[in-house]
């Protein structure tokens, strides 16, 4: 076996694409597989600073990418993204997986970009070791959000090319010889926790780092991207302060600036002064209908879906909207965003052609209609599920296109936005659009969304069947180390899956202990995150009762109320006078690996097949058992019209989750639980 690690050539696209499509577990999974075309183009979009290949008697066994963007994350000055990392499983116990991160860090330090930021599904706990083996560290969230990955920074780079010129020569012949960045970091423990630690205001990351013989401890100013100082210890135990060279770029700080904010018939536009994002809000829908990033002056600094960087933006107020522009060097980008009769506009000029925009539709429930004149054909389906789109989300070039002259609509019964395609659009998944800026004959790029309000509330759950409950006595057992319901049995039934005692992982958890159970979550409309996966705190959590846990901690408490009989509903009342955004009641229902759901979407019933979706909202629903009875989840009480049942299906098996948003005083949440023979909803 002789493996060589070399920059990507003309011609690997087509045999990485069939590396991937061999492995389910590769890090960017299309449904149905990609191509090499496609493979190539997202190469492209993505503004590759570089991609190698690791090579094995002429087959590509290997691949690590460090990209400027990738479509759900955009790079700061002197950062690089990894992603695309995979090693083939039949080398994964060998030396390809340290040679390909140790030579894209050093390549890294040689053209002066000196941050490392990858993401990775705690739930996989070799690679989630590997890169805190190799120095990474937390310093963000600590818990996946809806995407299932959190983020990593790798700041030795940085530190190493900092003090480069101070270092005694045998601390630099030391670091010459070093065949693995593991030698070097010391390794971390594999907890999920943050990093940071604020040290006079300053949120600060602290390495020590090993040359041979010699030590560096060092500390980075995580927000700026610098170094703060460094001491390099010698075998003897002397110590000195190194000088510290100043990186070659300057990070944009985030600005405190002000929103700007205009109405129009009931509908609120907000243009951030920072980074340029607009948001579309309306009164009585739980978060934003649209939001749209900023297309960026500097086309390899695009924003992306999940997060932009700080711009320098001058905003002024023109008719109905803002005008905004963006300058860097001899290019100017200027964007005249109006609302005005339930129509965005977003108009742009532009002296170089400008990175993408990426629009999230913020609808969960109800349908998407793709409208095809030129085949005369309208193609309607439940938002969450299969219109023709493939699972493009890390991956955009694998998205379906829209033809031009069709017409994009997401409708939630009260509310519908309309997306007319004059321009191409690119279709990532139901919710979320890439859209390229073309100028017409007057040098001036044109989109248009239009929204139309309709009167009155979504409806709401309703059941369409009489209850056909499971005869026989009900056993709920609750146990404080698991932090949630351990055992649920109707009769014969087995409702939940357990891993009671032991600890496993759960689609993107890592520390599944329970079959239902309770977090506080980021908003289910978060742009930054979206609603995690229902990773439990560090923190004891108390038996109050024999069916009630409290977690002070959390400032969580939650009640179970099971009457012996099977005929009555369980109810679960949740209470968090701490939270700030959601509090979720997850449950793993005991459902076979391929099962059926009947869902209340928008006030219309829908039966799907798990297999048909990866994630689903509805405003109750009931999903079949392993033995072919139903549980049916939904909301009861005050505070249900703003509460959601989400259904995420992974290999791991179905999870749902019972989300309830907080009010001005944090959250109350009552859930309403039962075993039928037939699904009800």
Known sequence: MSITIRPYQEGDAHDIAELYNRHRDNPN????????????????????????VAVDDGRVVGTFGLFHSTGRRSARAGELIADMFFVAPAYRNGVITGRLF???????????????RLTVNPANTVAFRLYRRVGCVSVGETVPGEDGNVELHNYIPLILRSVFADLDPEAVAALGGLSSFANVAGGRDDELRSDVRVVDGVRTIAYALALGEYRIDASIDVDRGLMLDARLTAPDGTARPLRIAEPPYRVKTARQVPPHRFESGG?????????GTVTVTAPGHHGPLLVSTWPSCEADRSAGWREGQPRDLDVVAVEHGVRVTE?????????????DGGVLGQDFTFTRRPGRIF?????????????DPAEGTTAEHLLGTGIGVRDASEVVAAAQVAPVGSELVWSDGPTRIELPVTRPVRLIHAGLVERHLEQDEDGVARLRTVFRAGAGAR?????????QPVAGTRTVKVQAAAAGVTSWTEGGTKVLRSPHPRTRAFGCNPRWTAGMWVTREHSRFSRATGLGWGVPTAGEWEQKQPLGLAAPHERISWEVTAPESAAEPVRIDVRAPGAEEEVVLWITPNTPSRTTVVLDSAGTR???????????????????LADGSWLDCRPVGEGAGEAEVVLRTTASGLLIGCVAAAGPHGAEASWQLAVHREPVV
């Open 29 to 52: 999974p299309v449904a149905g597989g990609i191509g090499g075309d496609e493979l190539e183009r997202e190469l492209t979009e993505r503004d590759t600073a570089t991609f190698l």
């Open 102 to 116: 140790t030579e894209a860090v050093e390549w890294m330090m040689k053209c002066g970009c000196l941050v490392l």
């Open 267 to 275: 509908l609120v536009c907000e243009v951030d002064g920072g980074d």
């Open 327 to 339: 300058r860097s060097g001899e290019d100017e980008v200027v964007g005249t965003i109006t609302l």
């Open 359 to 371: 629009q999230t539709i913020g609808l969960r429930q109800g349908t998407f209609a793709l409208t």
């Open 459 to 467: 409806p709401a759950a309703r059941s369409t069947a009489a209850p």
């Open 606 to 624: 829908r039966e799907l097949d798990s297999s048909g979706f990866r994630q689903v909202w509805a405003a109750a629903a009931a999903v079949r």
